[in-house]
């Protein structure tokens, strides 16, 4: 309890020296913004390389439009929802996590996987380097098979016997092919990661000694013994210790270990309390990550509003986006034809007609189910149909059959027959024929209108003279 009215004490500490040096640029719907979080936000949008750079008098606005979203969002309540909370404490304990865990703990751990290894390798016959050249032979092979295969590695063997070098015989008729690239060399080994034939086999032998070939469920093995030993020093495993602690997720258990620890020592602790208290050290010390992690706080709380009022609303009212087409009709003007209909192939000569009446008076929208349930089923395809809005140059058949140039479309050996169905226009007939267009303008004119009405709606105060001090002071 001490400890957490010291760390209560300093953070109010520092909030009052920041108070002091960073004052309210502004205040959105009765809320202070300060002059660091425009600054941060200011700087990072406007950093090197951005291409539409603002000026700070410019950025004000944008700024203040994202807060107000920001206040209609937590006016609405989305900062209750369970799926805001768990995905920003998700994000949050992405950053905070970390900061409980340290080298000494990795350390500690590796050590301990490094004994309990040794240990456990050591206490069971510690480990073999060894070669080998396999013949294969599967188990369920003819016998005729398994034959041949023996009578090869016997006469390999006897060639060994008789001076033949192991490593170029390994590279040249070895089946495993891997470790025949390298002379046969398969490393260090120990119990209970091979085969037992071959496992008793290399555990039984001397140092340097040559195996008669050895039969295992792979085949015939003739096997060199080339070291025995213990496991291996510290030193030399303990990168890929390391590797093996970030690829398991140890580090992860680590961290709830110590924080499980340090709750049920802390009187009144929980996890929760521990990383929220440890989020406010660091941001009191922090300034980039308090504000980095107010943007993913805020971040998808303006996503959800934004999809609601404006994203979503949009692109599902189609009555909205017919009257917006309408009234705007001479903004989606063509500057060349379109064809707007279908190329299509077919087998039969009489699907050609076919086809234009399955779809005649039918809705554009609707074709492609019409002719997918008339013509095509899983096992039987009579047709095949691409389906647009197309300019010249966009399908070579279209060019050819609509737009009559000598364009060389390729043709379909299973489907010979080429015609087309549709219409020529001048101009968009209706919003379908430019949705992607009419869809982002109606969304522009939503947005304007929501951020006009949230802007009569919430109190904005902006402060010239605390302004004019951004990245100057």
């Known amino acids: 309890m001490k400890r957490k009215l010291m760390v209560a004490a300093l953070i109010a500490c520092c909030t009052m020296v920041w108070a002091q040096n960073d004052p309210t640029i502004m205040k959105i719907n009765g809320q202070p913004i300060s002059?660091?979080?425009?600054?941060?936000?200011?700087?990072?949008?406007?950093?090197?390389?951005?291409?539409?750079?603002?000026?700070?008098?410019?950025?004000?606005?944008?700024?203040?439009?994202?807060?107000?979203?920001?206040?209609?969002?937590?006016?609405?309540?989305?900062?209750?929802?369970?799926?805001?909370?768990?995905?920003f404490l998700s994000y949050r304990d992405q950053q905070i996590r970390p900061t409980f865990i340290t080298n000494a703990d990795v350390e500690a751990e590796a050590m301990k996987i490094y004994k309990e290894t040794q240990e456990r390798i050591d206490g069971n016959g510690g480990m073999v380097k060894t070669a080998h050249i396999l013949l294969a032979a599967k188990q369920q092979a003819p016998k005729e098979d398994v034959e041949k295969a023996r009578m090869r590695a016997d006469s390999i063997y006897n060639v060994i016997l008789n001076g033949g070098d192991f490593a170029e015989l390994a590279r040249k008729y070895s089946d495993d092919k891997r470790s025949g690239m390298n002379g046969g060399e398969l490393g260090w080994i120990q119990k209970g990661v091979t085969v037992k034939e071959f496992e008793n086999a290399i555990f039984n032998m001397k140092v340097g000694e040559i195996s008669q070939?050895?039969?295992?469920?792979?085949?015939?093995?003739?096997?060199?013994?080339?070291?025995?030993?213990?496991?291996?020093?510290?030193?030399?495993?303990?990168?890929?210790?390391?590797?093996?602690?970030?690829?398991?997720?140890?580090?992860?258990?680590?961290?709830?270990?110590?924080?499980?620890?340090?709750?049920?020592?802390?009187?009144?602790?929980?996890?929760?309390?521990?990383?929220?208290?440890?989020?406010?050290?660091?941001?009191?010390?922090?300034?980039?990550?308090?504000?980095?992690?107010?943007?993913?706080f805020e971040g998808p709380l303006l996503f959800e509003i934004s999809s609601r009022t404006v994203w979503d609303k949009a692109a599902k009212d189609e009555k909205g986006l017919a009257e917006y087409f309408k009234k705007h009709k001479k903004n989606y003007k063509w500057e060349?034809?379109?064809?707007?209909?279908?190329?299509?192939?077919?087998?039969?000569?009489?699907?050609?007609?076919?086809?234009?009446?399955?779809?005649?008076?039918?809705?554009?929208?609707?074709?492609?189910?019409?002719?997918?349930?008339?013509?095509?089923?899983?096992?039987?395809?009579?047709?095949?149909?691409?389906?647009?809005?197309?300019?010249?140059?966009?399908?070579?058949?279209?060019?050819?059959?609509?737009?009559?140039?000598?364009?060389?479309?390729?043709k379909l050996d299973e489907f010979p027959i080429d015609s087309y169905y549709g219409k020529v226009l001048k101009a968009p007939e209706d919003y379908t024929d430019v949705r992607p267009l009419v869809t982002a303008d109606y969304q522009e004119e939503l947005e304007k209108a929501w951020v006009e009405e949230l802007r009569k709606k919430y109190e904005v105060i902006v402060y010239p003279d605390v302004l004019s001090t951004v990245n100057n002071h």
């Open 35 to 87: 002059r660091s979080e425009f600054e941060y936000s200011y700087n990072k949008n406007n950093s090197e390389g951005v291409i539409d750079k603002k000026s700070v008098e410019e950025y004000v606005d944008l700024f203040v439009n994202y807060k107000l979203k920001v206040a209609a969002a937590f006016e609405a309540g989305l900062d209750t929802m369970q799926t805001f909370k768990k995905e």
């Open 213 to 296: 070939p050895v039969e295992s469920p792979f085949g015939f093995h003739i096997i060199r013994v080339e070291d025995k030993g213990n496991f291996f020093p510290y030193d030399s495993v303990h990168a890929d210790i390391l590797k093996f602690i970030e690829q398991r997720g140890i580090r992860e258990r680590i961290i709830d270990e110590k924080l499980k620890s340090l709750a049920a020592e802390t009187e009144g602790a929980t996890v929760e309390s521990l990383l929220d208290e440890r989020t406010k050290e660091l941001e009191a010390n922090d300034l980039e990550l308090k504000y980095l992690n107010k943007e993913y």
């Open 336 to 410: 060349e034809p379109r064809f707007k209909g279908m190329v299509y192939h077919v087998r039969d000569a009489a699907d050609v007609k076919a086809v234009k009446n399955c779809v005649k008076g039918l809705a554009f929208d609707k074709w492609a189910e019409r002719l997918r349930t008339t013509f095509n089923s899983d096992s039987i395809h009579r047709i095949r149909v691409e389906k647009g809005i197309f300019k010249k140059g966009d399908n070579a058949l279209v060019d050819k059959l609509v737009f009559k140039t000598d364009a060389n479309p390729k």
